[in-house]
């Protein structure tokens, strides 16, 4: 039942109002459940419809009705004449008494398509609110029960990622999958035009007949007269920002999701994404990126995405160049005014923690900040993370240290239009989906990446011992690709997503939207190790890449080329004594998700149990990567040069004992951790590039990174990548 009663106009907006309106009579139209004081009546149904044999749920499989559940996410749900519908109760309210309360009211109180912004603290509740209902399900048809319930009545955004979360964590769901983003949102990541021009085919098509426009590339924000405009193809790559949504998503913020150093992983993720682009901003030419840290100047760089929020066609706002961050004065989120002046005040105060060696906690009892500890004693870093980020649920003192990352996104999306006086909606740094296409995102996580940098740099450097394995020595390295030997090959791929699947083109047809995207030639790395132990030994082997040169074509020494060192790939290898030859495939990579699948790729998988159904208990989480056609820079046409950087360290130190019946799951552990289980390393995340160097290493100074292979346990390789600028085909 719907309870809708004229409240006090002045707290209410015109627009909202006749939002609602509109969202009401059209449910109204389709006989809509919108349930209050039946919630209880609704879920006793749910259960008793759980509990009988009904005929269409032993024809459909579970993983067929999630596919149905994230469908056309704009759709308003059809229903029956006999379900519950909406009624008015129009009166005159006694004076001072309160409107009814409604169930689920936090999330239905963002509108159907608008911006949900996970960095709004109102929407993180909202969030929490949608959460934690489909969370009560013990079933995918309890959950599909209340799927319907809510579907239509909140926000598009908002319900796709309460519904993905809860197929994450639920232990009895994690035999099912979740499609690819880019086919439940093509609108995040397919310009208007492209949209348009589907629609377009969609309607002269013949009927049967499979649509399939290509959208060459993905540099539709700008022109080549735009320097950032070079690295677009990165930026608005689909995988890098699927990535960055299934991240947030696997590691929520205030949801009270209790993850394994997850403060220190949002650290070392994002930081990674930064090294990344960084390689690449080098492979054309472009200066490494500087950090946002001046927010009383204009931002140099604008954005405009070119992308749509729904199905209706309302665009995300737009930064023109040289915009100056201003006083956010925006109502629509219950936000408090605030400036710069605040995220001043916040970054003040975690500067003086690092440098004082302590946080405050909320009893102003001192937490020193050190990442020399022992578990369960959290590292520094790992403390920081949750702060930074901010988690109020893990962060020591949030009302002292406050939101400041979150806040950054906030104030920045909203740059265009502080005050909402011209009605634009916040730009694509509010969304986890869309932020990493535009070039502040970089500028700002640049800013967030030196506050980690600066408490890092406080830490004492590894000792010998700490780096040392003497009775491993790693002989030699090398890659090999199609018959090359240290020669690594880049150019062009497609990939088709149904567009379909997402938005309603009014058409009962496929329509296919073919993106292209940077890619590798697979390769596989050689590494020749030998073991002088007289028994098997058990190691890590820790894979890392950088460029050789820095912008100006100079050998870079060890801090410098520091924050360049990518992660590419940390396994456990079983050493037996003398030498041994260790062949890895690129595909096997510790940070990528190999497996981004579509709804007609997972349509035509067998049943859980059948017996040709593959092994796909844990694959959502694991479905938490980086994208593997990403997992190599581009270089350049003439070749560019970078070293590979390999290290063998003793995995007796380096293992972390699990809880009975922990989950194992080894895609994308290094970025993504594992299902309900530690982290799988025991050494800090970028471990040995985290810290400054010694000093001193067997008696002779560090200077670059290449000197580190006076220890036998490290070894390094130079090698070339070359961008074809040609199709790849693998």
């Known amino acids: 039942m719907l309870s809708l009663v004229i409240a006090d106009m002045s707290t209410i907006s015109m627009l909202m109002l006749l939002g609602w309106w509109l969202v009401s009579w059209q449910l109204l139209r389709s006989g809509a459940k919108w349930t209050t004081k039946n919630r209880k009546i609704t879920d006793q149904q749910s259960h008793l419809s759980h509990t009988t044999n009904h005929p269409l749920i032993t024809m459909e499989n579970e993983q067929k009705q999630v596919l149905d559940m994230l469908q056309r996410p704009f759709r308003l749900p059809t229903r029956k004449e006999e379900d519950h519908p909406i009624v008015f109760e129009v009166g005159t309210r006694v004076a001072g008494s309160q409107p009814p309360p409604q169930p689920l009211a936090l999330a239905r109180s963002i509108p159907r398509g608008t911006v949900f912004s996970i960095f709004v603290k109102s929407h993180r509740l909202a969030a929490k609110e949608l959460c934690d209902y489909f969370m009560e399900t013990s079933s995918v048809t309890e959950l599909k029960q209340r799927v319907d319930e809510m579907q239509g009545l909140v926000n598009e955004s908002l319900f796709i990622f309460a519904l993905s979360f809860v197929i994450i964590r639920k232990p009895e769901m994690r035999h099912l999958r979740l499609p690819s983003i880019v086919e439940i949102f093509p609108s995040m990541f397919v310009p208007v035009t492209t949209v348009s021009e589907m629609e377009h085919e969609a309607k002269k098509s013949t009927p049967d007949q499979e649509i399939i426009v290509t959208e060459y590339g993905p540099e539709f924000s700008s022109t080549h007269l735009k320097p950032e405009h070079r690295v677009a193809y990165w930026r608005e790559d689909f995988g890098i920002n699927s990535h960055h949504w299934h991240w947030h998503l696997v590691y929520p913020v205030d949801l009270g999701v209790s993850r394994d150093r997850k403060g220190e992983l949002f650290f070392y993720m994002h930081q990674q994404m930064l090294a990344r682009y960084d390689m690449d901003r080098l492979s054309v030419g472009l200066n490494r990126v500087q950090k946002l840290s001046n927010w009383r100047i204009p931002i140099p760089d604008g954005y405009f995405p070119k992308l749509t929020i729904n199905n209706s066609g309302q665009t995300w706002g737009s930064r023109q160049d040289n915009t100056l961050i201003q006083e956010y004065k925006r109502e629509e989120f219950g936000l408090l005014p605030f400036d710069v002046s605040t995220l001043e005040l916040w970054h003040r105060r975690i500067m003086d923690a690092i440098h004082q060696g302590y946080l405050i906690n909320r009893d102003d009892n001192l937490t020193r900040l050190t990442d020399n500890v022992k578990p369960p004693e959290k590292r520094g870093i790992d403390l920081l993370g949750d702060i930074v980020e901010a988690d109020s649920y893990f962060s020591l003192n949030s009302l002292f240290y406050g939101d400041l990352h979150n806040m950054g996104h906030v104030i920045i999306s909203a740059a265009h239009d502080p005050d909402n006086a011209h009605r634009e909606n916040l730009g694509v740094m509010s969304q986890t989906a869309t932020a990493m296409r535009d070039p502040v995102f970089y500028r700002w996580h640049k800013y967030i990446d030196d506050i980690f940098q600066e408490y890092k740099l406080t830490q004492p450097p590894y000792t010998a011992e700490e780096l040392s394995l003497s009775s491993v020595e790693v002989v030699s390295v090398a890659v090999e690709s199609r018959g090359q030997k240290n020669q690594l090959i880049t150019g062009w791929s497609t990939r088709d997503f149904e567009a379909s699947r997402g938005l309603d083109f009014n058409a009962d047809k496929p329509v296919i939207v073919r993106l292209t995207h940077l890619n590798h030639h697979p390769f596989v790395y050689s590494i020749k190790v030998v073991n002088s132990g007289s028994v098997s030994k058990e190691v890590t082997v820790r894979i890392f890449m950088a460029p050789k040169l820095n912008e100006r074509g100079v050998e870079m020494n060890f801090m410098e080329q520091r924050l360049f060192w990518a992660e590419m790939d940390r396994f456990t290898h079983d050493l037996k004594p ?108 970028g471990f040995p590039f985290d810290r400054r160097p010694l000093p001193m290493l067997l008696n002779r100074h560090v200077e670059r990174t290449s000197d580190l292979t006076r220890l036998s346990n490290i070894a390094m390789q130079d090698i070339t990548i070359t961008f074809t600028n040609a199709k790849i085909t693998q």
């Open 578 to 685: 003398g030498p041994n030859h260790i062949l890895r495939s690129s595909t096997s990579s510790s940070i990528t998700n190999s497996n981004d699948f579509t709804f007609r790729d997972l349509e035509k998988q067998p049943n859980p149990g059948e017996p040709d159904a593959p092994e796909n208990t844990l694959f959502n989480f694991c479905g938490c990567g980086w994208p593997q056609h990403m997992l190599l820079p581009r270089g350049k046409q003439e070749g560019m040069s970078f070293e590979l950087f390999v290290m063998v360290t003793d995995w007796s130190q380096d293992k972390v004992a699990q809880p009975d019946g922990a989950c194992s799951c080894s895609a994308a552990a290094s970025f993504c951790g594992i299902l309900d289980a530690l982290y799988p390393d025991a050494q800090p995340m």
